[in-house]
């Protein structure tokens, strides 16, 4: 049976096909072509309509600061923040000038360049590994997520922090007539910025272990601001609040790094299966956490 297909060029048209056929968005298709292939060269099967994404204009681009027509009024506060159109392939989010270096470095080492000439943020987002790569950066840089749907003849929109849109593995909060539109991101020019992706090889590698990192130290050489996302050692991205704030005010030369991440190996808690072993992904995330705080005073 040969699969239909939709290829819209506004968001308005996807969301109304999508609430009509209850079809499948599609982005750069390099998780579903994966999910979806069967073998001895017979195309991929969808057992619904696919709903293509990549011509969408308005989420396929970077927005510096909220999209004219689509900036709803409760969003006044992030009025200047980046706006990262949900199915823009990864290798233009590379080239614009103000996405934040942590991320930045996630996506230089996301698969291979072939690939991010497809891939999308939103797909790895939607997507929901507890390994995809760009997420720890996202968690970190505290990025909400912007989710539209159809609501008469307009767009109902809903805007929530990354850490309450994915639930756990492979589960968000999307419902099955919402497409996830934009991914924003704080301006903010942290003083640290810190990446790191354990993985096998450099390219196509799949993620053992992925640590990001932001802070902040003041001409005092105080901390200000401090947060970590681990990836890939557990259901979802560990990030710690309260660590975070117990940092925050202290001098940079004073902060014990082992100690802090001592504190964290009590929510990593990583399962063996054919990318590593548990043990691994414990000692290895609890080595990346301490190299970075012992970054913060590195100049001391
Ligand atoms: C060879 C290879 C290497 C890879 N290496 C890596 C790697 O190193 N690191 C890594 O993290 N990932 C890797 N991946 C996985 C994949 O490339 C990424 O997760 C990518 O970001 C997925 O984006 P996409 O646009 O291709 O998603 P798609 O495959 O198009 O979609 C993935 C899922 O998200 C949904 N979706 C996509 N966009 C939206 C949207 N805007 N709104 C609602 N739902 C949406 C789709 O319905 C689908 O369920 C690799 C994949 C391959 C094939």
């Known amino acids: ?110 698969a291979a360049p072939g690939l991010r000439n497809r891939a999308t943020l939103g797909g790895n987002i939607a997507n929901a590994s507890p390994a995809a790569d760009a997420l720890p950066p996202l968690y970190a840089l505290g990025a909400r997520i912007v989710i539209d749907s159809i609501a008469g003849d307009g767009i109902k929109r809903r805007v929530v922090p990354i850490g309450e849109f994915i639930r756990g593995p492979r589960e968000t909060t999307l419902g099955p007539e919402e497409i996830l539109t934009f991914v924003v991101i704080p301006r903010h020019d942290y003083s640290h910025s810190y990446y790191r992706k354990v993985g096998t090889r450099a390219a196509n590698a799949l993620t053992k272990v992925a640590f990001a990192g932001v802070a902040d130290r003041d001409a005092a050489g105080r901390v200000t601001r401090f947060a970590c996302a681990f990836g890939a050692v557990a259901p979802t991205v560990v990030r710690v609040p309260e660590i975070e704030a117990d940092v925050v005010g202290h001098a940079a030369s004073s902060l014990d790094a082992e100690a802090i991440a001592d504190r964290y190996s009590a929510y990593i808690r990583p399962i063996d299966d054919q990318r590593s072993t548990a043990a691994y992904r414990a000692h290895t995330a609890h080595a990346l956490c301490a190299d970075f705080v012992a970054t913060l005073s590195a100049e001391d």
């Open 1 to 110: 049976m040969s699969t239909v297909v939709f290829r819209p060029t506004s968001l308005i048209e996807a969301l109304t096909i999508l609430n009509r056929e209850h079809a499948q968005p599609f982005a750069g298709g390099t998780d579903l072509m994966v999910q979806r292939r069967r073998y001895g060269s017979l195309p991929p099967r969808f057992d619904r309509p696919v709903l293509f994404l990549d011509a969408v204009g308005e989420i396929t681009t970077v927005h510096d600061g909220a999209p004219g027509a689509q900036s709803p009024g409760q969003l006044d506060g992030e009025s200047r923040a980046l706006w990262i159109g949900a199915a823009c392939p990864l290798s233009e989010v590379l080239k614009h000038g103000a996405v934040s270096p942590v991320l930045k470095r996630s996506i230089e080492l996301l």
